[in-house]
């Protein structure tokens, strides 16, 4: 096994798609937590399409809430009322504790939309004009993919150093380019020191020296593509009491952790907190039909008009209709609870087989959303080699420097897992040389 396996090939299909990842598996269909290729192989998913099945493949409840809308009618856009929207929004509000929501397509609209927020709220509030107003972020963060959300992310510029993605007009050079510091992004612009994912020092030295320039603060509460990272308990509450006390906005990007997915209908309820903003995304419809959220306390969302977020296919009657069965689910089916479980059960089997050379896994990630660090340093253990071992042995798991990532479907059967799990130490063991 050399790292990438073609599974299939369908016609050049797998030469021509842009991205590749570790295996080339041409999915034909799946069910549930079990994943089905063009020759009929099955594999378990241990990726949800990064974090977003989390309700398992087509779940009947939610493929029959579509099919009843998309005979009814599938758009209904902003010039109208949308009843099934109101009724979302009204039940994601009041489970959550929140006041409004817009809603748009992706988690990174999402996050571009909170920043939207926060930069007229700045200026509303503080008198801070939009394009000075700093964003911070922390190392190692992923908030997304269009302009201004990779201007905030930290994990990109790990790996892939590109100027593509800044947003030209508060970024003229960023990170070790030095002559401007960003006014976004995980850099304290009047120290330039880094602002690490978990550490309060550089944090306070910002808020302390520039609170009045700093419109937010922006965290995922457990790091996701940076590998699931849990910061220490307490962190969060301090940084929010940093946040109240220089009058800054606490704005967590939920997109992957939210659902069930880390054994918490949102993964800031562990902790003693409540943002001011909450980015969601990903599982919301429990990937039927896209749509991602923006919710907030009134005194934060009120700023801004809905000319100035809502687009044409946001708050689709379909994606209400999805959002709707998917947390009828969440609810009824007690999804975090099972996360939590299933999430125990995946330390302990790992505890009990893993070699010795896997170097990291407990406190890395909570629920069903964990991280296993192998130590490279062994001849032939490499995490894109045990990928591909893995799923020529039927189950698919994400990959990271060093890394192997576990998010299936939170639906996923007891044996199952443990069967994934089972065959996925194997591979670490099988792929030394
Ligand atoms: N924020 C976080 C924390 C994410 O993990 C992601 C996606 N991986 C995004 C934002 C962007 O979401 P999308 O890919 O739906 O635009």
Redesign the pocket.
């Known amino acids: 096994v050399e790292g990438i396996v073609n599974i299939n090939t369908v016609d050049g299909l797998t030469k021509n798609t842009l991205l590749t990842y570790f295996t080339q598996v041409v999915i034909d269909k799946a069910e549930n937590h079990l994943v089905t290729d063009v020759d009929g192989r099955q594999y378990i998913d241990f990726i949800s399409q990064?974090?977003v099945m989390n309700y398992g493949y087509s779940n009947p409840r939610i493929v029959k809430a579509v099919v009843e809308q998309v005979q009814k009618i599938t758009l209904v856009n902003t010039a109208f009322i949308n009843p099934l929207y109101a009724q979302f929004a009204d039940r994601i509000t009041k489970k959550f504790g929140f006041d409004s929501i817009a809603t748009m397509l992706?988690?990174?609209?999402?996050?571009e939309s909170a920043i939207k927020v926060v930069r007229k709220w700045a200026y509303v509030n503080k008198g801070v004009d939009p394009d000075e107003a700093w964003i911070l972020t922390t190392d190692h963060c992923?908030?997304?993919?269009?302009l201004a959300?990779m201007s905030l992310s930290n994990v990109v510029a790990d790996s892939e150093r590109t100027p593509v993605r800044f947003m030209q007009s508060v970024l003229i050079s960023s990170l070790d380019f030095g002559k401007h510091l960003p006014h976004v992004g995980p850099l304290s612009p009047s120290t330039g020191k880094l602002i690490a994912f978990g550490e309060l020092d550089v944090l306070r030295e910002t808020f302390e020296l520039d609170g009045h320039m700093i419109a937010a603060f922006m965290i995922?509460p457990i790091q996701?593509?940076a590998g699931t990272r849990i910061p220490h308990k307490g962190y969060l509450r301090a940084v929010q009491d940093l946040c109240h006390k220089h009058n800054v906005l606490f704005v967590c990007?939920?997109?992957?952790?939210g659902f069930g997915r880390t054994g918490f209908d949102l993964a800031f309820q562990a902790e003693d907190v409540k943002p001011d903003l909450v980015?969601l995304?990903?599982a919301v419809t429990g990937g039927m039909y896209p749509m991602?959220v923006l919710m907030g306390k009134a005194h934060v969302m009120d700023v801004i008009s809905k000319y100035e977020i809502a687009g044409t296919y946001s708050a689709s009657p379909v994606a209400c209709a999805a959002a709707l069965a998917s947390l009828d689910i969440l609810e009824e089916e007690k999804i975090s609870d099972r996360s939590q479980r299933l999430g125990e059960l995946l330390t302990k089997t790992i505890d009990e087989l893993a070699p010795p050379y896997v170097l990291d896994h407990r406190g890395r990630g909570r629920g069903l959303f964990q991280t296993l660090v192998l130590d490279e340093s062994k001849p032939g253990v490499t995490a894109r080699r045990v990928g591909a071992l893995a799923a020529l042995r039927g189950v698919l798991i994400g990959i990271g420097a060093n890394r192997l990532r576990f998010s299936p479907p939170l639906t996923i059967p007891e044996d199952d897992l443990v069967k994934a799990i089972t065959i996925i130490v194997q591979c670490i063991k099988d792929v030394e040389k």
Request: no cysteine.
């Open positions: 990064m974090a992706s988690g990174s609209e999402a996050v992923y908030h997304g993919i269009t959300t995922e996701g593509l990007d939920e997109v992957q952790t980015a995304g990903k991602s």
